[in-house]
């Protein structure tokens, strides 16, 4: 069963000339999902047997298919996995190219903890469920249909658009960096990964889309105390695992200064609403003023928002001693810490330092596959096709920005300077996500609804 289906306006060719174009029509649903249970059916994880170069050939034909030269397509293998890039030219060689960018590999699902194989697409009770089918091979094929349903209804964009998929975004994020420095000189990117719109628990219609034009930035530290140790007969006063602890709690108790920027200011202007009156009230509270104490502990207090006022730094891992009776001679433990943009991770290192107020102790930055970036700037003309975009498929929708928790392929352009924006086109309850989990699925009837999204996105910033 499929959901609305609509016929959206699309503004094409020169400006203010237009005709209805419908993009999200039932051949185009019935496409998406088709590619989508194709793509699901590769078990494109990291790893030995790893598919996603079948993905990217699936992905390949597809776009053939549907009009793209083949000599406009490349297939780039990098190690076990693949990324594509893909390039519609547009009329203006002098303009730069619109990024449509989305990820074909997968986090690992182990089947015999599902209801189903998680690697053999079903549509059940009105859901599509699969590894992938949130995140994000469905929105993948969506981008992909929607791009061919622009050409079919003979749509020219001004500046090229280029469609890419990276190959290990959900580990070492190699290919992403290495999309990102060949389309550098890019306009911007929308993000087809993540920041999806969100259906109301009760009543099943949409409440909001919130999009992403920011991310945390990833940063993992490694903080060691070592001790000449000893037998475990004679204790020394100074012994490294206790030590550890001190600092440990020290660390745990420092609070990162709380911060606003554009983005999470939108949100908690945008979100109060949906949330309980407490919350709503303090997310107010702070986007009017980030200083407001009582705001601060009320959201530090909500593991699902202290992380959207500043930056969080957690423990992760400890280990130390090497004998049930020996002195501790070396112990490490591992913070893992999602800074708010706009600090250097060696800022935070030495907030960190500074936190454990430990001479002896050592703390070295052990960060892996993630960049620092700025929050992309709220541009005008992005901020008004999102809106244009959402509200022709959900009318009277509430729109507004968020800020991501990191890290997303978004990050490698952004580092470039190029500004990324993260626009899942699908809807979907808070409660039926279940993205890197279990039963991945996503609502059929948001499918329709998300192509013509993506058109709308693909036609106001390549035209
Ligand atoms: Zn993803």
Redesign the pocket.
């Known amino acids: 069963m499929y959901g609305p289906v609509l016929g959206i306006a699309l503004a094409v060719g020169a400006v203010g000339q237009a005709w209805s174009a419908p993009v999200g029509d039932r051949h185009a649903v019935e496409a998406s999902l088709a590619l989508a249970e194709k793509a699901i059916a590769l078990r494109s994880v990291a790893g030995p047997g790893n598919q996603t170069p079948q993905v990217a050939q699936l992905f390949r034909d597809a776009l053939i298919a549907g009009g793209f030269a083949a000599s406009d397509i490349a297939i780039t293998p990098v190690g076990d996995t693949a990324y594509l890039i893909a390039r519609w030219p547009g009329s203006d060689p002098s303009l730069k190219p619109l990024v449509i960018s989305?990820?074909m590999d997968v986090v690992e699902a182990k089947a015999g903890d599902w209801t189903h194989d998680p690697f053999k697409a079903v549509i059940q009770k009105g859901f599509l469920l699969g590894r992938g089918a949130t995140?994000?091979k469905l929105d993948d094929a969506i981008a992909i249909e929607a791009l061919i349903g622009l050409k079919r209804a003979g749509y020219r964009p001004r500046r090229d658009v280029i469609i890419e998929f990276s190959g290990d975004?959900?580990t070492a994020m190699a290919t992403g960096a290495i999309i990102a420095d060949k389309l550098s000189g890019a306009e911007l990117v929308l993000n087809v990964?993540?920041a999806n719109g969100v259906i109301d628990e009760k009543t099943g219609k949409p409440d909001y889309f919130a999009w992403e034009g920011g991310e945390k930035t990833y940063a993992d530290y490694q903080m060691v105390v070592t001790n000449p140790g000893g037998h475990s007969s004679e204790p020394s006063p100074l012994n490294a695992i206790d030590e550890m602890a001190a600092d440990l709690l020290r660390i745990q108790h420092y609070r990162f200064r709380p911060e606003i920027n554009d983005l999470s200011r939108g949100y908690f202007l945008g979100a109060a609403q949906w949330e309980s009156a407490s919350i709503g009230a303090a997310m107010r509270a702070f986007a009017a003023e980030p200083t407001n104490e009582g705001a601060i502990e009320t959201l530090s207090a909500d593991p699902s928002f202290v992380g959207r006022i500043g930056t969080t730094c957690v423990v992760t891992e400890i280990n130390g001693g090497h004998a049930l009776n020996a002195l501790p001679q070396r112990v490490t433990a591992d913070i893992n810490c999602r800074i708010f943009p706009g600090h250097p991770r060696a800022e935070i290192l030495n907030e960190l330092r500074q936190a454990a107020a430990d001479p002896a102790l050592t703390i070295t930055d052990v960060t892996e596959g993630s960049v620092e970036t700025p929050a992309s700037p709220m541009r005008e003309d992005v901020v008004r096709a999102i809106e244009h975009a959402v509200h022709g498929a959900y009318p009277g929708v509430a729109v507004f920005p968020s800020l991501g928790s990191g890290a997303?392929d978004s990050m490698w352009f952004r580092s470039h300077g190029v500004p990324s924006y993260a626009v899942s086109p699908l809807f979907i309850k808070n409660s039926d996500s279940f993205?890197h989990g279990l039963n991945e699925r996503t609502p059929v009837s948001s499918v329709g609804p998300a192509l013509d999204i993506v058109a709308v996105l693909v036609t106001d910033l390549s035209r």
């Open positions: 989305g990820h995140d994000m975004e959900e990964d993540g997303s993205m």
